[in-house]
Structures are given as structure tokens and as C-alpha cells.
């Protein structure tokens, strides 16, 4: 097989970077198994209990970026108990120990400690980006030690973790001699930082194209970085609050005017009506924009907002925006890709009632290119998922959520499996979907047959038998995530297919029909999955008999094998 | 096997009854179903009083049948009950943090939004008329009977369409060119924030608690007030 000399083969692999890919390469023959292993830079590890590092490193010496995911989704909702796993430290500290060039490393819903931060800075002298998401249990301590050890950082981006926030001085733990910063992300934290440094660091920052701040950071300070960094491309911005007559608030108008290459915006986490007048300048050439944390931005203003937003991409939004302004959205933003509506109701907002499905058939029709769709809602009809199915066939992203989550079609009181299995008929690249309202076992029967593509499905208050998981365990032959809440599915759909878990990533249930005995059972049997059982914060009583229903499961395959760092509270089968 | 005709995918409208066969039970409520004790809950949402539905009771069957039904109590919000915030654990599915935004000035936002009172009384002006008048705006339900007014006013010369197409028009851009092209006069409005828009650009209710000026100007000298694609298009033209 070999028509070309393994250098060459290098060469052309080096092209390939989907990891799906690469991994298809490694399985041809073993000479391009050795070539793909030895050449590989990126490597996602989907559940960091599904391998051990070292295996990893073994494998993959040449790695210099790694992407672990930890807890399963629905841990960002509270359904996981605290403590439940997901460390950080034995991944970094098995990668310090070895030759491995670290550069890179992106954790989502992972528990990180200062300790590996600190281990993490210390042991990579290349090490350039770190990209933190829904993660918790850091602090500000940690952060600087990452600032002060990093001397090539290029990246430091947290997103919606939980940080203990020391309100030291982290951020003058950047040294003088780092310049090299292209990105910074700190809109997460919650305290306070020294605002003479961060416009040092920004000052001394050349590459800088992407500064997030959080909600400390006051106008007059933005408008001083923006002086510094005209050349910024995404920018989130703070505190918003000034007296729009007053002259810092001139100043910044005149400022941002200045800033012709950005595309991005997001923050806002303090803003008055009136105030966003200023950003006006920029609104024609953006392509992202979250407002979705902006509680303080009327209706209105949204609209006034949008209507100078032509070429908008990305746009997240909170339902006070309302069915007419997604109208708005609709006849002005024709390159829209991906829209999420979050609800207002969450922080104690009354006012007009939020979306409906008026404002989703309005986008199906004007935003053509729309592919990912997240959107909080009061009610859904059948009619209206049809029209959008009819009307966005290249949806890959469907996530629906009404927030009353047995609500039936309003119009006809019906279920709304008949508009869900449209948008499965319809979208045939569809891969990850979310349902929502009532629904019988029928909307499964419909995505087992149609959603051929489908990845990840999130499943809440559904279906009337475990036909219904069944359907879906049948026809979905690339389902790799599956996550099911409060629904009548129990050991027969459980137990019907037990070599189908292998062929995923994982499996929730929580709050179904499922028994201990099954659990025992499939765990038994498959020895390459973990099944987990886990109650809220009370230690699983492994005598009581098989009969009982179990609050929550969770298994994923494996080839580590049990784990030895879970609590009290959780029981590895 | 699966049986096909099980597959059979209706896209029309539903509303005829739902295949009955001996696979899917669909029975005539829609099929309500077992919750395990751990999630019985009443979901009273607090939305706003527009949500007629809010209110879903379920009851707590430790069946082991698979398809039992369970009959939805009354879905009409029982007074008796206080509005429960009812919390089921997880939903509406939304993270931590974002829940953890607490907006401070929301509240302040809020209170500048009331109006004062029954009227709001705003002076219009128009292009080369030489007096102003004050209308009340909240004397009118809608586009179109502010339109009529301001026709009846200033008589002498022969304003646009604004009437209850004029939202609508909105979203239509070569309606809107068509306007901001002739010789008709558009109205315009300065709202609260100080902006000057073209009447008709919000919903009626938004108009009335934003409007603090009016001023009807040639179409032609209102197209910088028109939402950029529209400015486009004329450019082009």
C-alpha cells in the first residue's frame, strides 16, 4: 500500500484536521496508523472518563492541543449532584510528567483547581492558549499564576464559569515583556480588577483582536482601552451606564467610530436606555452580536438596534425582544445563520410576554441561511414548526424549549409530534435537536425513521412507552448523545439494545422508569460502559432491592474502566 | 418490521384523529403520562396573565403500566391557589450563570417606561405649515385613526399612507421606497431616547409610550430615517 514514501504521506495528512478524519486515516492500514498517530497535533477527548491520559499521550505524542469535555450536559442545569467528577489535575499533571509540548488546552464543564493551573503554567514553555468553559472550581489565585508563567500567551478565555474571585491583582501578573495576547476573555469574573493594569496590557498588546470585560469595568475605562485598540474585531463590553449627554459618553461615540474592523459584540451587563446609541457606528459591519445577558435594553431599543444590523450572522437575543421584533430581525438581517432567543422570565422581568411561534415563522421565512436555533418560547403549533421546516431545510441545530414543557399545540391542543416530525422530514443534516410541549411516542417513531444525521437529542416530559426511547435507539444509527428527563421510559427500552451504548458517547435518564436491576444488569453485562446511579447528595443505599426506580443514570462507554475519584453519592455499577 | 403505514408523515394541518393503531395509544386527551414521584410537580409557571395555559397539574402514579393516561386536571388557573413560582428542578433548561444576571436597573428602565396619566399630548409640526398643533395621541387606537386625524388637520396638503397597512409596509420595502419616493407628505417621530423615526417602525402600543414629537416632512427628506436596506435600495435606483 505503500505508493508513496511515509514523508510524503506526512505531508498530505497534515492537510487533514477534522479529527473524524483523521481518525478514519489511522484505520486504512498500520503503517498509516503509526503515521497519523506520530503526526497528530489536536485531539478532542468528548469524556474525560472515557480514556485515560495516558493512553492518550502514549498514543498521540506529538499533541499540542487537547479538548476534554467532563460533565454531561444536563450538569448545567443542576441535575448533577456537586462533587460528581470531572477533574482536570491527573490529565495535567499526566501530560507535565511526559515530553509532551503542550500548547493549547480547552476544558468544557471540567472541575480545575488552582493547583493545576498553577502545575499547568509551570510545565509547558510554549504554552500559548487556555479556553475555559462552564468550569468551576478556580480562582482568581490560579489566573495568576497562568498571567505571570505564560510568557508566550496568545489566549486566555473564560466563558460562564464559576470563579472564586479574590479581587486581587491577577491581571498585573501579566509581565511587561507579554505582548503577546490576541485574545482575553475575563466577562465571567465578578470582581474587580486594577483598571490601570488591563490598559497597560492592552496598550502593550499589538495583536489583540478579541477583549471581553466584565461588569466592573466602567465606560471611561472602555473608552480608554478603545484608544489603545482601535484594531480590536470583538469586543464585550461591561458596564454601559453613563448620562448620554455627559462628555465621557461623546468621547466614546468618537472612539468607537475609530474601530472600522469590529464584527463582534457582546456584554452589556449593566446598560440604561438611551446609552446605545453609541455603538451605532459600528452595527452595519457586525456579524455577531449577544445581547442575551443585557436585561437593561427595552424592546425598543432592540429594535432600533437591529434595524442598523444588515449584516448580522450570529445573534443572541432575550425574548423581550418579542414576536415583532424578531419580525425586525427577519426583513433586516438576511445573512442570519444562527439565532438564540433566551427567556426573560428567569430574572424576574414582567413584561410583554415573551416569543411565540408569530416570531419563529417570521425568521423561518426572512433568514434563509438560518442553520442553529435555539429558542425559548411560550407556546408552539404544529402549523408553525411545518412552515419552518418548509422553509429552513439546511437546519443542523433545532433546539426548542417551551417554557411551559407539556404545553400542546394552543390552536388544536394537540401534541406537537406532527411539527416535530416535520422538521426531522425536512432537515436532513439535521444533528442535534431538542423537543419540548406534549408529545406521545409518535415524534419518535418519526425521528427514528428521518433523522438520519442526528447526533445529540435532548429528550424532557415525553412520549407514553418505552416504544418511544425504542424508536429512537433503532433508527438512529449516528445518535452518539442521548439525554432524557421526566419521561415513561424504563427497563425494556433500557435493556433492548444493549450494544447500541457502545457505539455512543453517553446515555442520561433521569427521573424515568428505569430500575436498579436493569442498571446491575446492562452494567453486567457490557463491560466496556460505566453506569452510574446517582441521587441528589444522598449515599445510593446498594442493598435496597433490584425493583427500585433509580433517580438518575448515566452511562458512557468506556476504556478506562470504573473510575476511582467519584463521591460518596455516586455508584458505579 | 415497522409497519410504514405507522410512518406515514401527515404535513398538513392536524386536526383529524390520530391513526389509532394498536402500537401508538393515543388516547383522546392526548395521552398524559406517568410521572415517578420524584417529579411530581405543578407547573404554574408565573408568565404573564395572556398564558391561559399555565397551569398543568400532574398527578403521582407509581404505575407500572406503560401507557396509562392520566386525565389533566382543570388547565384554568384555580384562584384559590396562590401563583406558585413552581420550580421543577432544571427548567426551563438554562444555565447557572445566566440566571445568576441580576439587572439593577431593570427596574429603574421600568418605571421611566409609565407614562403619566390618560393623555400624552405631543405638538406637530409640518413642512411649511406655518402654525403647530397638539394632538393627544392616546385619544387614538391604532395607525390609521392618527393618520385620519393629522389628514383632517392639516388638510391643505396630502399626507402618506400610515394607516393600519403602515406597519406592515414597514417590512415591505418597495411599499416603503414607493412612499419615501412621492411627493406625499410621511410623518415622522422623535422618540424618548431622542431619535427621529418614521411613524409606523413599532408596534401601535410602543408608539403611544414613546412618541414625544411629531413632525410630517417630505417622503423625500425622510429617507434618512428609513432602516438601512431600504436606504440601499433607493441609493441604487
Redesign the interface.
Same mark, same amino acid.
Given at each position: 500500500m505503500n505508493i508513496f514514501p511515509d514523508e510524503v504521506i506526512e505531508q498530505i495528512f497534515g492537510y487533514v484536521t477534522s479529527q473524524r478524519d483523521r481518525n478514519a486515516l489511522s484505520l486504512v492500514c498500520k503503517n498509516w496508523h503509526k503515521l497519523e498517530r506520530c503526526s497528530r497535533k489536536s485531539v478532542l477527548i468528548g469524556n474525560c472518563y472515557s480514556i485515560s491520559p495516558e493512553r492518550v499521550i502514549e498514543r498521540f505524542p506529538e499533541l499540542k492541543s487537547l479538548t476534554l469535555k467532563g460533565k454531561p450536559h444536563?450538569a448545567?442545569? #443542576?441535575?448533577v449532584p456537586h462533587g460528581w467528577g470531572g477533574f482536570v489535575y491527573p490529565w495535567i499533571e499526566a501530560l507535565a510528567k511526559t515530553k509532551v509540548d503542550l500548547e493549547k488546552l480547552k476544558l468544557k464543564r471540567m472541575v480545575v483547581t488552582d493547583e493545576g493551573l498553577e502545575l499547568l503554567a509551570r510545565s509547558f514553555m510554549n504554552f500559548k492558549s487556555l479556553v475555559l468553559l462552564?468550569c468551576e472550581g478556580f480562582t482568581t489565585t490560579g489566573l495568576a499564576a497562568i498571567a505571570a508563567n505564560c510568557r508566550f500567551l496568545r489566549e486566555l478565555d473564560l466563558q &460562564? #464559569? &464559576?470563579v472564586d474571585d479574590h479581587k486581587g491583582q491577577w491581571l498585573s501578573c501579566f509581565p511587561d515583556c507579554c505582548t503577546s495576547l490576541v485574545s482575553l476573555n475575563f466577562a =465571567?469574573l465578578k470582581g474587580e480588577i486594577n483598571l490601570g493594569a488591563l490598559e497597560r496590557l492592552v496598550a502593550r498588546s499589538p495583536n489583540l483582536k478579541s477583549l471581553r470585560l466584565n461588569h466592573t469595568v466602567p465606560l471611561s475605562a472602555l473608552q480608554r482601552i478603545l484608544m489603545q485598540a482601535p484594531q480590536l474585531v470583538d469586543l464585550g463590553i461591561g458596564s454601559f451606564?453613563h448620562d %448620554?449627554h455627559s462628555e465621557v459618553y461623546t468621547r466614546l461615540k468618537n472612539t468607537i467610530i475609530k474601530c472600522k474592523s469590529m464584527t463582534s459584540l457582546s456584554g452589556f451587563?449593566?446598560?440604561?436606555?438611551?446609552c446605545l446609541?453609541a455603538i451605532y457606528p459600528v452595527c452595519?459591519n457586525l456579524t455577531a452580536l449577544n445581547l442575551?445577558?443585557?436585561?437593561?435594553i427595552?424592546?425598543? &431599543?432592540l429594535? !432600533?438596534l437591529i434595524?442598523?444590523c *444588515?449584516k448580522l450572522q450570529r445573534l443572541w437575543i432575550m425574548d423581550c425582544i418579542g414576536d415583532?421584533g424578531l419580525?425586525v430581525v427577519a426583513?433586516?438581517c438576511k445573512d442570519l445563520q444562527e439565532l438564540r432567543v433566551? /427567556?426573560s422570565?428567569?430574572?424576574g422581568? #414582567?413584561g %410583554?410576554?415573551?416569543v411565540s411561534e408569530k416570531g419563529l415563522v417570521a425568521i423561518s421565512m426572512g433568514c434563509t441561511k438560518l442553520h442553529s436555533l435555539l429558542y425559548?418560547c411560550?407556546?408552539m403549533t404544529?402549523?408553525a414548526l411545518?412552515t419552518v421546516a418548509k422553509n429552513c431545510p439546511n437546519c443542523i441545530r433545532f433546539r426548542l424549549?417551551i417554557? +411551559? /414543557?407539556? !404545553?400542546?399545540?394552543?390552536d388544536?391542543?394537540? %401534541?406537537l409530534d &406532527?411539527g416535530f *416530525?416535520?422538521i426531522v422530514?425536512s432537515c436532513k443534516q439535521l444533528r442535534r435537536l431538542s423537543l419540548s410541549g406534549?408529545l406521545?411516542?409518535?415524534v419518535f417513531?418519526?425521528i427514528g425513521?428521518?433523522a438520519e444525521q442526528l447526533e445529540m437529542l435532548?429528550i424532557?416530559f415525553a *412520549?407514553?412507552?418505552? !416504544?418511544g426511547m425504542m424508536y429512537v435507539l433503532n433508527g438512529c444509527k449516528k445518535l452518539r448523545k442521548l439525554e432524557i428527563? +421526566?419521561? %415513561?421510559f424504563?427497563d425494556p427500552a433500557l435493556l433492548t439494545d444493549m450494544g447500541k451504548y457502545e457505539t455512543m458517547r453517553s446515555l442520561w435518564m433521569s427521573? =424515568?422508569?428505569v430500575t436498579i436491576g436493569a442498571c446491575k444488569a446492562l452494567a453486567e453485562k457490557m463491560r466496556r460502559l460505566n453506569v452510574e446511579i446517582f441521587n441528589e447528595n444522598e449515599k445510593v443505599d446498594c442493598s435496597v432491592d433490584g425493583g427500585q !426506580?433509580v433517580?438518575k443514570m448515566y452511562l458512557y462507554r468506556t476504556l478506562a474502566g470504573r473510575r476511582n475519584d467519584a463521591p460518596e453519592h455516586v455508584w458505579i455499577l | 418490521m415497522i409497519n410504514f403505514e405507522e410512518t406515514e408523515l401527515r404535513l398538513g394541518l392536524p386536526g383529524g384523529s390520530a391513526s389509532d393503531h394498536g402500537e401508538l395509544t393515543l388516547k383522546g386527551s392526548g395521552g398524559k403520562r406517568v410521572f415517578s414521584e420524584t417529579a411530581s410537580v405543578d407547573l404554574k409557571l408565573n408568565l404573564s396573565s395572556n398564558n391561559d395555559s399555565a397551569s398543568v397539574s400532574t398527578t403521582t402514579e407509581k404505575s407500572k403500566e406503560k401507557t396509562t393516561t392520566v386525565e389533566p386536571t382543570a388547565r384554568a388557573n384555580d384562584p384559590a391557589k396562590p401563583p406558585a413560582k413552581a420550580q421543577v428542578v432544571g427548567w426551563p433548561p438554562v444555565r447557572s450563570f445566566r440566571k445568576n444576571i441580576v439587572n439593577v436597573q431593570r427596574s429603574n428602565n421600568e418605571e421611566g417606561e409609565k407614562s403619566g396619566g390618560g393623555v400624552a399630548f405631543v405638538k406637530v409640526s409640518m413642512d411649511g405649515a406655518p402654525y403647530l398643533r397638539k394632538v393627544d395621541i392616546k385619544l387614538y387606537k391604532s395607525y390609521q385613526e392618527l393618520s385620519d386625524a393629522l389628514a383632517k388637520m392639516f388638510s391643505s396638503f396630502t399626507i402618506g399612507k400610515c394607516g393600519s397597512q403602515g406597519m406592515k409596509d414597514f417590512m415591505n420595502e418597495t411599499k416603503l421606497i414607493d412612499l419615501l419616493n412621492g411627493s406625499d407628505y410621511v410623518p415622522t417621530y422623535e422618540d424618548k431616547d431622542g431619535d427621529w423615526m418614521l411613524v409606523g417602525d413599532v408596534p401601535w402600543e410602543m408608539f403611544v409610550e414613546s412618541c414625544k414629537r411629531l413632525r410630517i416632512m417630505k417622503g423625500s427628506e425622510a429617507i434618512g430615517l428609513a432602516p438601512r436596506a431600504v436606504e440601499k435600495c433607493k441609493n441604487r435606483s
Open positions: 444536563f448545567d442545569f #443542576n441535575l462552564s &460562564e #464559569n &464559576e =465571567c451606564i %448620554p451587563f449593566e446598560v440604561l436606555p438611551g446609541r452595519m442575551s445577558y443585557a436585561a437593561g427595552h424592546c425598543r &431599543e429594535i !432600533k434595524r442598523r *444588515g415583532y419580525g426583513s433586516t433566551f /427567556p422570565v428567569l430574572i422581568l #414582567n %410583554p410576554a415573551g425559548f411560550q407556546q404544529n402549523a411545518i424549549c417554557l +411551559d /414543557p407539556t !404545553k400542546p399545540d394552543p388544536t391542543l394537540q %401534541p &406532527e *416530525g416535520a422530514q406534549q406521545t411516542d409518535r417513531l418519526y425513521v428521518y435532548s424532557a *412520549g407514553q412507552s418505552d !416504544k428527563r +421526566d419521561s %415513561p424504563g427521573s =424515568c422508569d !426506580k433517580q | -
